[in-house]
Nanobody, 127 residues
Framework: VQLQASGGGLVQAGDPLRLSCAASGRTFSNYNMGWFRQAPGKDRAFVAAISGDGGDTYYAETVKGRVTISRDNAKNTVNLQMNIVQPEDTAVYYC?????????????????????WGQGTLVTVSS
């Protein structure tokens, strides 16, 4: 499956931001999806994840309450809605996919769980 992330750019602190990831190549609902981000000078970190049918969602503690992950399997897209962005949200955001499997429900925050990665979209939050 091929992944294309979009929606990044320069935003003001306090504004909302919506990132999207378009998938192509396979039956999208067969894939669990995740969002990760890599801030300048830091390792890539988990943000949020969603199961293939959209029934299970997971969030990093650092973004819980400010971020919502969702998917539209008819449109082959997964979205990350960020409310009230903060300067520390500045990062390159990556979407990732893995064929649905049981291990996802405890491995969702690990990069090693995911097989496919998009190219990343840069989000810069100005204060």
């Amino acid at each position: 499956v091929q992944l294309q992330a979009s929606g990044g750019g320069l935003v003001q602190a306090g504004d909302p931001l919506r990132l999207s990831c378009a998938a192509s190549g396979r039956t999208f609902s067969n894939y669990n999806m995740g969002w990760f981000r890599q801030a300048p000078g830091k390792d890539r970190a988990f943000v949020a994840a969603i199961s293939g049918d959209g029934g299970d969602t997971y969030y990093a503690e650092t973004v819980k309450g400010r971020v919502t992950i969702s998917r539209d399997n008819a449109k082959n897209t997964v979205n990350l809605q960020m409310n009230i962005v903060q300067p520390e949200d500045t990062a390159v955001y990556y979407c990732a996919a893995v064929v649905t499997r049981v291990s996802f429900h405890w491995m969702y925050s690990s990069e090693r769980e995911y097989t496919y990665w998009g190219q990343g979209t840069l989000v810069t939050v100005s204060s």
